[in-house]
């Protein structure tokens, strides 16, 4: 499965987190993950009859890390509202795309349950610990003029991190714990302002 | 299996093989059903040259579903139009018996299909419906 990824330039946390949130997909929650390209669907979630059996998600082989750890958080709360049972195909749009009636009120719901999941740490699909109680972080990528503002002056720090030979210094440290989770979630939240409050 | 409508059957196979080879259909539709099909090539003439009313090879409704989705996805590959595929796919459903299980794969398509717009869509769901839905 990961040789179908494409390799890009993300940071390490961001991919940590991608590899996290999907081993628990894939082995907590039965789903069996793989990656191809697609038009204007981000994913598909095929589902059988009873939940005891495994089910197939399929992704947009373009997707983003981030867009993926938003993906699986978004499933996984379909899949905990039981929205794919039995036997019902989950479609994931390109953002901003009308969605078709019928779906809309059971995406919002999932919506609702995704960002719990991602800011409370509701079945194990949370953002990094490190920041995810901050509440002055929330605060900022809550909305969008502070969330591009701050995107941008962590993308910064991190290239004058490894530019300036740092890294040695401030590997284990607790700022550059809490800068690289920040970035992560900051990431997350950019590619799914959805996850936002 | 009974067939319903073997003429509609025999140009639903012959529409979504694009002009194929019964030879390559039936290879295709092996490696596609992962061998749980195994359709000869004596049967699979028959049934596309409208020949007969009994599929012997195709003995349940899980097999008539697994040829139903191998030739969609058959269809996907010859590059025929979504609409194509889907119509001439439906006709190959309804030219065999349903069963509870094809009525919940036939609402399933009735509600996803509309929001696939592309074939690798189209052909990626025909995949993982076939793994999940029927699996060896």
Known sequence: MATELRLRGESHTLRSQEARLRGHLEHDLGVHIRFSPFDDVRALLVSPQTDDRGKSLVIASDASAAERIYLYVHVAAHLALGHHLPLVTIVEGAPGLSRLEDDAHAHRAAERLARAMWWENEGGLGAPTGVQRSAVLRGLVSRAPTRSALHGVLIALRAAYYDLRIERALAGSRLASWLRDALCVTAVVAAAPQLSD | ?136
Not at chain 2, 15 to 39: E, F, H, I, W
Not at chain 2, 68 to 86: K, W
Not at chain 2, 104 to 129: C, H, M, N, Q, V
């Open chain 2, 1 to 136: 299996m009974r067939i319903r409508d073997a003429e509609r059957l025999s140009k639903a196979i012959a529409t979504l093989g694009n002009g194929s080879s019964l030879d390559r259909l039936v290879d295709r539709v092996y490696d596609l059903t992962d061998g749980s099909l195994a359709l000869d090539r004596a049967t699979l003439h028959r049934i596309a040259r409208g020949k007969t009313q009994i599929a012997r090879a195709i003995d349940s409704p899980e097999e008539c579903i697994r040829l139903y989705f191998a030739l969609m996805i058959v269809g996907c590959e010859e590059e025929l139009s979504v609409s194509t595929v889907v119509e001439e796919g439906r006709a190959i459903l309804a030219s065999f018996i349903g069963d509870p299980l094809a009525d919940l794969i036939f609402r399933d398509l009735e509600r996803t299909l509309p929001k696939l717009s592309d074939r690798a869509t189209l052909r990626e769901y025909l995949k993982e419906g076939l793994r999940v839905w029927l699996p060896n």
